[in-house]
């Protein structure tokens, strides 16, 4: 866009990427000024399973962004859960916030209720809680409660701290057990509670505020409270906001 002549800054034509430019810069594109990014803002969802969290599938499969409602934002979404899990899956529009909250150093726990097929002893979960190594790869200890017998499963309540991929169904296998169900209830403060699968539930900004340090003042056409926004089955990704 730069190189055809698109883009201008205070009026001038630009034709080459190596420029800074600050808040109070007009750029403009086709001669039509954008405007400023918008406040970080986040969403929780209830990621059915059966959908992958990407953009776009190789193979053609469903995504998340396949069945998000139209009236979100460009979203994108905070780590990822693999194809045949569910549960909570954190959406924001701020790329910055993203990388923030995928880092281990953030020191959030998330929680899983995780079903496994076999009848397991405590001693058997031992490995879990002091971390273990498969195929060269360290796992992190993690927080393990086995809650209860149901027939020929057994379900437990996971914490962990870092989200390598797989990492609760290769731990479970390499104990010589499978998942069979795996359910993210909570993203450090943040929790699934009675929330939909496939429902949407934007956070309030004053919980932003509290939780991460952000500013709580919307935009004028930006809504203060949280609101859940019902899943339109034949709904698309939003369009994306303009930005600088």
């Known amino acids: 866009m730069i190189e055809a002549g698109r883009v201008s800054v205070n009026g001038k034509i630009i034709l080459s990427p ?19 990014p918008e406040p970080a803002r986040m969403w929780l969802y209830h990621k059915p399973p059966g959908l992958v969290t990407t953009t776009r599938d ?9 069945r998000l409602p139209p009236e979100l934002p460009r979203v994108m979404s905070v780590g990822r859960l693999d194809l045949n899990s569910e549960g909570l899956l954190l959406l924001t529009n701020d790329g910055a916030l993203k990388r ?4 281990p150093s953030t020191g959030w726990l998330r929680k899983y209720r995780v079903r496994i097929k076999g009848n397991p002893a405590e001693d058997d979960l031992t490995p879990l809680r002091r971390g273990l190594t498969i195929e060269g ?5 993690m927080a393990v409660s086995l809650d209860r017998q149901q027939g020929a499963n057994a379900w437990l309540t996971i914490g962990l701290r870092e989200g390598k991929n797989r990492e609760i169904r290769r731990a479970i296998e390499a104990l010589g057990f499978v998942v069979n169900r795996l359910i993210r209830v909570s993203y450090g403060p943040f929790q699934l509670g009675t929330l939909k699968p496939g429902a949407v539930e934007e956070v309030k900004p004053r919980v932003l505020r509290d939780q991460l340090g952000l500013s709580d003042k919307p935009k004028p056409d930006q809504p203060a409270a ?8 034949r709904s698309g990704p939003g369009k994306p906001p303009r930005r600088r």
Do not use: P
Request: hydrophobic share 40%; glycine share 4%.
């Open 18 to 36: 190596a420029i800074n430019v600050i808040d109070k810069d007009r750029i403009a594109v086709d001669g039509a000024e954008i405007s400023k």
């Open 58 to 66: 190789e193979k053609g499969r469903a995504t998340i962004f396949d």
């Open 100 to 103: 923030q909250l995928e880092l």
């Open 137 to 141: 790869e360290r796992f992190r200890a």
């Open 226 to 233: 949280s609101r859940q926004i019902t899943r339109n089955k």
